[in-house]
């Protein structure tokens, strides 16, 4: 691991989202390394919300494992991704665009306007959060048109970026957020952890039934 990240994230940002969403859930996580990347049949079926933090190693998750959330995205499991997981298969996959983006580290803090304060997600979060210190995304981010837009980011440079946004594909719930720089202590931040844990409760699984797919036998309306 680098040293800079080792020193912000010494149990890694696996563990430092666990510590805090603990306290309201129960967690555990998942790691590149383990086998299919921790991420088996039976983890998944047992997973009402994934959270989903990458960096460097995108092309070194499997393509079967990224169908295997895929499709438990669309049955119904919610889906969180975090910062530069923008970049991942998965969030590729379900957006279907490149979602590319323009970025910047620079140490430079970062304004996160809330633009949805009815939302659930922004429960008990004020006008905008303020970061000491947060790498810079900037616009045109290539993904579709949010079905919900909740924040949008401003660096001093004048770049903004739409860095809450809420997506339903099939029957599951996503929700894009930008902050979590691996170097920067973005994820100890408590408006950081309280939008996530609001996240987490959006996202939950409604229990609606996946529908059935392909040939339909005639059903006979009854009068």
């Not at 309201?24 to 383990?34: C, K, M, P």
């Not at 669309?74 to 983006?101: N, Q, R, Y």
């Not at 580290?105 to 905008?128: A, K, L, M």
């Not at 001093?156 to 997506?167: A, L």
Request: aromatic letters at 12%.
């Amino acid at each position: 691991m680098d040293p800079k990240v080792s020193s912000m994230y010494p149990k890694g940002i696996h563990g430092q989202l666990a510590s805090f969403l603990q306290d309201e859930f129960e967690v555990i996580t998942a790691t590149l390394d383990q086998p299919e990347h921790g991420l088996t049949e039976a983890i998944l079926a047992n997973t009402d919300v994934l959270l989903w933090w990458g960096h460097i190693a995108h092309d070194e998750v499997a393509d079967s494992i990224v169908d295997r959330v895929h499709q438990r995205v669309l049955e119904g499991m919610g889906l969180i991704v975090l910062h530069s997981g923008h970049f991942s298969k998965l969030f590729k996959k379900l957006m279907g665009t490149s979602c590319d983006l323009k970025w910047r580290e620079d140490e430079q803090p970062c304004r996160i306007w809330n633009v949805n304060p009815g939302h659930p997600i922004t429960q008990g979060i004020g006008d905008f959060i303020d970061l000491e210190m947060e790498e810079m995304y900037g616009e045109h981010f290539d993904i579709p048109a949010p079905d919900e837009l909740v924040l949008v980011s401003w660096y001093p440079g004048g770049e903004i970026f739409r860095s809450g946004c809420v997506y339903k594909r099939g029957n599951g719930k996503i929700f894009y957020f930008q902050p979590g720089h691996e170097t920067y202590p973005s994820y100890y931040d408590g408006n950081v952890q309280r939008i996530i844990k609001n996240a987490v409760s959006f996202c939950a699984p409604t229990g609606n039934r996946y529908p059935s797919y392909g040939h339909f036998e005639k059903k006979e309306i009854k009068a």
